[in-house]
Every structure is written in C-alpha cells, then in structure tokens.
Nanobody, 122 residues
Framework: QVQLVESGGGLVQAGGSLRLSCAAS????????MGWFRQAPGKEREFVTT????????YYADSVKGRFAISRDNANNTVYLQMNSLKPADTAVYYC???????????????WGRGTQVTVSS
C-alpha cells in the first residue's frame, strides 16, 4: 500500500500563487508516476498534471499549461505543484495521485490522497 498526504492548500486572490506538496509513504517502489487531479463542486474529477519517477517527463492539462509546474524530490518521496497566475476557475479540491504507468484517467489511478482545498477569489 501507498499513502499520499497533501498539504499547502488555502485561499488566495486571483493572480496569486500557491504551492502544494504531496508526501508518499509505504511501498512506493512500484509507483512510477505521481501527479495531481482536481474536482470542483458539481464537476467530475479531472486530470491536472503528472510527472515520471525520474522527473524527466511531465504532462499538463491545457487549462494549466504555462501556469502550473510539477516537480518531485525522490529523496523525500515528495511531489510539488507550483500554481501561479491562479484563476477563480482553479478553485477545487486537489488530489495527489500515484500510478505505475502514465495516465490521465481517474480509473487508472492506484492510489489517491484525501485532497486539499484550493480557493481562488476574484
């Protein structure tokens, strides 16, 4: 089993920045990709970004490309999401996700964190 714990959410004004962290523990040897999904009220959970184990490969949803940046620190089993130029449309619960292979689909995710709320005011 793998445990994922997110931190760093909060309330920010439009145009501001936040940095989310996700700490992984447990049997992480089979987890090659880690990333983030988000779910706004009344909407389905959607893919945001993912990063490979080496950090060499990243992929972003079009809605966040150029504003968000994912990175990872393998020594500490932690993934980060730097969110800049935030918009009210970015308001959602952000979930850390882990999987053995590249995916943007919620059905292919093996492990989920509990989520952290991000609220962007206009």
């Amino acid at each position: 089993q793998v445990q994922l714990v997110e931190s760093g959410g909060g309330l920010v004004q439009a145009g501001g920045s936040l940095r989310l962290s996700c700490a992984a523990s447990g049997r992480t040897v089979g987890v090659n990709y880690m990333g983030w999904f988000r779910q706004a009220p009344g909407k389905e959970r959607e893919f945001v970004t993912t990063i490979s184990r080496s950090g060499a490969s990243t992929y972003y949803a079009d809605s966040v490309k150029g504003r968000f940046a994912i990175s990872r620190d393998n020594a500490n089993n932690t993934v980060y999401l730097q969110m800049n130029s935030l918009k009210p449309a970015d308001t959602a619960v952000y979930y850390c996700a882990a999987s053995p292979r590249f995916t943007t689909a919620t059905r292919d995710i093996n492990y989920w964190g509990r989520g952290t709320q991000v609220t962007v005011s206009s």
